[in-house]
């Protein structure tokens, strides 16, 4: 009966060193934390004046870059 109950735990205890189970959240947590490096800049485009003008924005950092200028 003993040998039983030790020959269960040795066997129990290298299966879980043998196959450990990973921790799906952690990984989860790390993905969502990935940031990307370039800033996502595009033209915008508006008419002044009867006339088309042109000007970056820039949507990472939510702000202008330079003054219109006509296209």
């Given at each position: ?21 990973s921790n799906h959240a952690q990984e989860a947590a790390t ?36 003054k219109w200028t006509p296209v």
């Amino acid at each position: 009966m003993l040998k039983k109950i030790i020959s269960s735990f040795l066997l129990v205890s290298f299966i879980s060193f043998a196959f450990p189970i990973s921790n799906h959240a952690q990984e989860a947590a790390t993905i969502s934390s990935i940031q990307p490096f370039a800033h996502i800049i595009e033209w915008r485009y508006k008419q002044i004046n009867g006339r088309w003008h042109k000007r970056q924005y820039d949507y990472t950092a939510q702000k202008w870059i330079g003054k219109w200028t006509p296209v």
